[in-house]
């Protein structure tokens, strides 16, 4: 120890600084193309928008919100085909993400295929339980093609979750009478028509 001007110091061991600096994993950069996507959607800038939306998902296709924001731009842009692949792979990436299932069902039954959009929705099935809206669609489908028996299963099942929804009561109601459901069954059809 020194005495510098009344002072008493220490000599210490000077410690290295050290900066380490981390990559971002991939999930991470596509969240940051996804963020700068929102902002110039927000902007009105749509061609950078999907730019980035692509960027983010060529870095990390997983990345549901961006797909979301892709396909959205491209049914807006009138590029369907495109928008159905992005759905198709969105239902193979994330089957549990239901609405990749449930908008590429309604394009396909736009253009008139009901049943690859049946198809679809069942794929998704295991995953859309809790989903009334799934379920409804689903049977509205199949009523489509005749199939009145499953639809009837699937309107129940959506009426259990949202009992409230008149349209689908009717369209049970619908079923019920296709099928000439006995006088014990018709009770859902009187409740259909109140």
């Given amino acids: ?20 600096v981390r990559d971002l994993t991939p999930r991470e ?24 939306f692509r960027a983010a998902l060529n870095i990390y296709p997983e990345n549901h919100q961006a797909r979301h924001g892709l396909i959205g ?30 908008m590429l069902s ?11 959009a049946i198809a679809t929705l069942e794929k998704g099935l295991e995953h859309a339980q809790g989903s009334p809206d799934y379920l409804a669609f689903l049977a509205a489908l199949l009523q489509r093609q005749g199939r009145h028996e499953e639809a009837i299963g699937y309107l129940h099942a959506a009426l259990r979750l949202r009992t409230g929804a008149g349209v689908w009561w009717l369209g ?11 006088a014990s069954d018709q009770r859902d059809y009187q409740q259909a028509r109140a």
């Fill in 1 to 20: 120890d020194k005495l510098v001007t009344g002072v008493q110091t220490c000599a210490l061991p000077i410690s290295e600084i050290r900066k380490h």
């Fill in 29 to 52: 950069l596509a969240e940051n193309e996804y963020r700068k996507a929102v902002a110039w959607l927000n902007q009105g800038r749509l061609a950078e928008a999907e730019e980035a």
């Fill in 106 to 116: 309604r394009l396909q039954a736009d253009r008139g295929d009901t049943a690859s």
């Fill in 172 to 182: 049970l109601g619908m079923s019920l009478t296709a099928v000439n459901q006995a």
């Fill in 73 to 102: 731009l491209l049914v807006q842009g009138k590029k369907l085909d495109e928008a159905e692949r992005m759905m198709e792979e969105g239902v193979k990436l994330g089957p549990a993400q239901i609405g990749f299932g449930m």
